[in-house]
């Protein structure tokens, strides 16, 4: 079983941690708000990790050929040069929220967490977690651009 997609997964997620832990450096006054992300985007490389241990062809499978790497690694060179504007450059931080949403609505569109099909309630039930959690943390993102644009930031 070829795992590249899933593991690139993880380092998707890790490298949108590291991101938010460069925006929380970069912008100390919404720390909270980017290492609450930062670690949530952790605990989803978390379960893709325990997801692909549970894979046993049966319960729970992991279909690869369903996606093509090429836009995940694509997307992913893109999160880590953010990642390196924000902490080589003088970025703005609307800039920053908006490259934020951007990438976080780019995890829902992807739908690359379809690799995984399962029929447990449990495996349904994480699986959802994590895609209502990406949800949230564009929702999140999108209601801080209107305070930066509104000027209460």
Same mark, same amino acid.
């Given at each position: 079983?070829?795992?590249?997609?899933?593991?690139?997964?993880?380092?998707?997620?890790?490298?949108?941690?590291?991101?938010?832990?460069?925006?929380?450096?970069? $912008?100390?006054?919404?720390?909270?708000?980017?290492?609450?992300?930062?670690?949530?985007?952790?605990?989803?490389?978390?379960?893709?990790?325990?997801?692909?241990?549970?894979?046993?062809?049966?319960?729970?499978?992991?279909?690869?050929?369903? $996606?093509?790497?090429?836009?995940?690694?694509? @997307?992913?060179?893109?999160?880590?040069?953010?990642?390196?504007?924000?902490?080589?450059?003088?970025?703005?931080?609307?800039?920053?929220?908006?490259?934020?949403?951007?990438?976080?609505?780019?995890?829902?569109?992807?739908?690359?967490?379809?690799? $995984?099909?399962?029929? @447990?309630?449990?495996?349904?039930?994480?699986?959802?977690?994590?895609?209502?959690?990406?949800?949230?943390?564009?929702?999140?993102?999108?209601?801080?651009?209107?305070?930066?644009?509104?000027?209460?930031?």
């Amino acid at each position: 079983m070829s795992l590249e997609i899933a593991n690139k997964l993880i380092e998707y997620e890790l490298s949108v941690s590291k991101l938010y832990d460069a925006c929380a450096e970069r $912008f100390p006054k919404l720390s909270e708000f980017w290492k609450g992300l930062a670690i949530e985007e952790i605990k989803h490389a978390d379960t893709i990790k325990e997801l692909i241990d549970q894979v046993d062809g049966r319960t729970l499978v992991l279909n690869e050929k369903r $996606f093509n790497i090429r836009p995940l690694e694509i @997307s992913l060179e893109h999160v880590k040069s953010v990642t390196q504007r924000v902490i080589y450059e003088q970025i703005d931080l609307l800039v920053v929220i908006s490259l934020s949403l951007d990438i976080e609505q780019s995890i829902i569109e992807s739908k690359y967490y379809e690799i $995984f099909a399962g029929k @447990s309630r449990e495996f349904n039930d994480r699986l959802r977690k994590v895609r209502d959690e990406s949800r949230s943390h564009a929702n999140l993102i999108r209601s801080m651009k209107q305070k930066a644009l509104s000027g209460e930031i």
